[in-house]
């Protein structure tokens, strides 16, 4: 079975090494305790954020009152896909009396203007509600991600993506040094 020790802890007492063997297994469980733990650290610290973020665009929506509210239903977003489809008929019917002569050509300009706005209004809040909606998606893949955490297995790839140095202090003394990336990542 593979371990881990250090060839200087032999020949200098004064280094400070760990003077003895660390098996694989030890080694992996111990990195990935740390893993585990910092990751639940950052998703706290980020769900934290978002929670007080929510709390603040409540505010916002009621206009200095807290009412719960944010979510969008799938029904309006299929309302106002419906207004959008509304909206070109109307276009298309507008240039048909403009064609027949039925419409001046002002009152033609005037009323796509009118509608371009309706239109570019409608598909704001369309992309405003999407928006959320993949945020809550986000959400819950953190959530997903956190159930995931005790399945995880220690690769080559997570410790090179993570970590910029593991020291051995001791038996389960492990000291894990993370690359400056993770330090700054959204994790969850």
């Known amino acids: 079975m593979p371990c881990f020790i250090c060839g200087r802890?032999?020949?200098?007492?004064?280094?400070g090494c760990f003077d003895g063997r660390l098996k694989e297994p030890e080694a992996e469980e111990a990195i990935l305790t740390n893993i585990r733990r910092r990751l639940e650290e950052k998703c706290k610290e980020q769900s934290g954020r978002a929670e007080s973020d929510k709390e603040?665009?409540?505010w916002e929506r009621s206009g200095g009152s807290l009412k719960p509210g944010g979510v969008q239903t799938k029904s309006k977003g299929a309302l106002l896909e419906k207004k959008l489809d509304a909206l070109k008929i109307e276009k298309q019917y507008l240039y048909e009396q403009l064609k027949m002569k039925q419409l001046q050509k002002d009152d033609y300009l005037h009323k796509m203007e009118d509608l371009r706005a309706e239109e570019q209004r409608i598909g704001e809040e369309i992309r405003k509600m999407e928006e959320e909606r993949i945020r809550e998606e986000e959400g819950r893949e953190g959530e997903i991600g956190k159930q995931e955490l005790g399945e995880m297995k220690l690769s080559r790839e997570l410790v090179e993506e993570m970590i910029e140095a593991v020291y051995v202090w001791g038996e389960g003394e492990v000291e894990v040094v993370w690359?400056?990336?993770m330090k700054n990542s959204k994790i969850c």
């Open 56 to 58: 603040r665009g409540m």
């Open 9 to 15: 802890a032999r020949y200098d007492k004064g280094s």
């Open 179 to 181: 690359k400056e990336n």
